[in-house]
């Protein structure tokens, strides 16, 4: 796909995760966003268009757009 580029997994992603679990403690399939969130932010990723709004809405680093409301 055009304009899509594959994200390395970086060395401290572990203590990103954690670091990201300890701010918003989560549950079940949840804690794949804030992985998700993780690996953008350390590849200074700051925007995401995603129709899961509330998944990542809480995470002020981030700009959350949903596709639907363009």
Known sequence: MPHVCLL?????LFERWMNLLQERPVTNGVIFYL?????????Q?????T?????FSWCSQIEVIDPSQL
């Open 8 to 12: 390395s997994t970086p060395l401290d």
């Open 35 to 43: 992985l998700h969130i993780a690996i953008m932010l350390a590849h």
């Open 45 to 49: 990723v700051t925007r995401i268009y």
């Open 51 to 55: 129709f899961n709004v509330n998944d």
